[in-house]
């Protein structure tokens, strides 16, 4: 079974950062497509960052470009989230999630078929 578990969540200041960590398991995380999404109370859930099966292709929410960073780490087989100059924008529940579709990788919600159970981001 395919398994994803977020953790590196927690109550930061405005202008502080933090690192989430999306644990795969029974997969390898370089085959699939994986994304961070994001849901604040009241608030459709949002794609933030996203990456391609391989590495080669990101995909970054205009509101995060330039302060957010996705990779995906092979040897512990993690999804990672480097999150810099944290605003209260950024509260939300974080989502790892992970697919197969497509070609390419995608900021839609719709198109992952797995998902983590959230880490939660609070920016005071």
């Known amino acids: 079974d395919v398994q994803l578990v977020e953790s590196g969540g927690g109550s930061v200041q405005t202008g502080g950062s933090l690192r989430l960590s999306c644990a795969a398991s029974?997969?390898?995380?370089?085959?699939?497509?994986m994304g961070w999404f994001r849901q604040a109370p009241g608030k459709e859930r949002e794609g933030v960052a996203v990456?391609?099966?391989?590495?080669?292709?990101?995909y970054y929410a205009d509101s995060v470009k330039g302060r957010f960073t996705i990779s995906k780490n092979s040897a512990n087989n993690t999804l990672d989230l480097q999150m810099l100059s944290l605003n209260t924008d950024d509260t939300a529940m974080y989502y790892c999630?992970?697919?197969?579709?497509?070609?390419?990788?995608?900021?839609?919600?719709?198109?992952?078929?797995?998902w983590g159970q959230g880490t939660q981001v609070t920016v005071s």
């Open positions: 999630a992970a697919t197969l579709r497509g070609p390419y990788c995608s900021s839609v919600e719709g198109r992952y078929t797995f």
């Open positions: 990456i391609s099966r391989f590495g080669g292709m990101e």
């Open positions: 029974g997969y390898a995380v370089s085959n699939y497509h």
